[in-house]
């Protein structure tokens, strides 16, 4: 049975649902961000901070994270 994780700023998420936690720096990280924004699935949890995390979820919807990748795995 999942449970929900903290990803930062009192935003959390449901174990269940994760595919992956990457770094946004990559290129493929950017394409992945842009294309989930241009379609609607991106979900902004940085409190308008910088993005450090990205979290892959079910249905294609990408979460923005201000934690580090290995921060949210951690939490894991």
Do not use: C
Not at 7 to 21: E, F, M, Q, S, W
Request: charged letters at 20%; glycine letters at 14%.
């Amino acid at each position: 049975m999942g449970r929900l994780i903290n990803i930062g700023y009192g935003n959390v998420i449901h174990t269940d649902k994760v595919l992956a936690v990457v770094s946004p720096d990559s290129a493929p990280g950017k394409r992945l961000v842009q294309a989930a924004k241009d379609e609607g699935r991106s979900i902004d949890a940085t409190q308008g901070r910088k993005t450090k995390g990205l979290v892959v979820m079910e249905g294609g919807y990408v979460v923005l994270s201000a934690l580090l990748p290995d921060t949210i795995a951690g939490r894991f």
